[in-house]
């Protein structure tokens, strides 16, 4: 198809769960023939509501260009289960089309386990050098092409993680103060191999959307969102389509436990930052006594 109707386009970019129900039912050849003429940042959201499997047929499909254009615009963890099951031809293929960075961040993801904290986690999470001054802080998060959470990694200069900041601290700091003296030390990061199960398990999620991941050296790789987890426990699957084993049906249980209870968990968050901002240093004096014990 030479052009893609308005109307069609509208439709694709306000309905995409509606959208990826016809296409699910659609030959992978028709799928693709549909979507290439359509931008990567309209499709992608279709096809991340469409089944895995036809998904990624239909990156088979398509183009090279055109579906690593759909790739650059789906989150890190759909990008990264559609790559485990597209032909292997095709994933070398759009690894030569996709940016540099991204292509890196995509591969090492692609080497942990299915079922690991490293396989959905987001290497452009940003993290920040504890000298970093609140007003630099501040002028990032206004940057218009900054779309990372409220809070803040902070690390140490060997890349280690040191804490976690609100957004609403920096706010309420002085220009000069240095991230250090805002940290948040209580936090627990995940491993960059721990479970899904474990992650899940770490009460870090009550405070924050969004944790700190480290390798068996405490160096911060990047972040997983409670979003990419939710969603991986909610697959119940492995990027092949074969069941994780016996634990399924807990996976179930605690991807709808975490789905249900995120955003009264964001809410209750929210409101207590906003009623009650917590002192870093309080939070440093109980993870002092925390680990003098």
Request: charged share 20%; hydrophobic share 40%; proline share 6%.
């Amino acid at each position: 198809m030479s052009e893609t109707p308005l109307l069609t386009l509208s439709f694709l970019e306000r309905q995409p769960r509606s959208a990826a129900l016809v296409l699910d039912r659609t030959g992978a050849e028709d799928a693709a023939a549909f979507l290439e003429d359509v931008p990567g940042r309209i499709s992608a959201p279709t096809l991340g509501y469409m089944l895995p499997l036809a998904a990624a047929r239909c990156l088979d499909h398509l183009s090279a260009s055109r579906a690593a254009n759909i790739v650059r615009h789906l989150p890190h963890q759909n990008a990264v289960s559609l790559l485990r099951i597209v032909q292997d031809s095709r994933r070398e293929a759009l690894f030569g089309e996709l940016p540099g960075n991204l292509a890196r961040a995509l591969r090492r993801s692609l080497t942990y386990p299915a079922d690991s904290v490293g396989a959905y986690m987001d290497h452009s999470t940003p993290a920040f050098p504890e000298t970093t001054k609140a007003r630099d802080a501040l002028e990032f998060l206004k940057r218009p092409d900054n779309e990372s959470e409220p809070y803040l990694f902070v690390i140490d200069a060997s890349g280690r993680f040191s804490g976690l900041v609100n957004v609403l601290w920096i706010l309420r700091a002085a220009d000069d103060s240095p991230l250090h003296s805002l940290v948040d030390q209580s936090v627990e990061p995940l491993s960059n191999y721990a479970t899904l199960m474990r992650a899940a398990e770490s009460p870090g999620w009550v405070k924050y959307a969004v944790l700190p991941v480290v390798n068996r050296k405490g160096v911060v790789l990047g972040g997983l969102s409670r979003e990419a987890l939710f969603q991986a426990l909610g697959s119940g699957q492995d990027a092949a389509g074969r069941r994780l084993g016996p634990r399924s049906f807990l996976l179930h249980m605690m991807a709808a436990y975490l789905t249900t209870s995120a955003e009264l968990i964001r809410l209750s968050t929210q409101s207590a930052a906003m009623t009650h901002s917590p002192a870093p240093e309080e939070a440093r004096r109980g993870h002092s006594r925390g680990t003098s014990r």
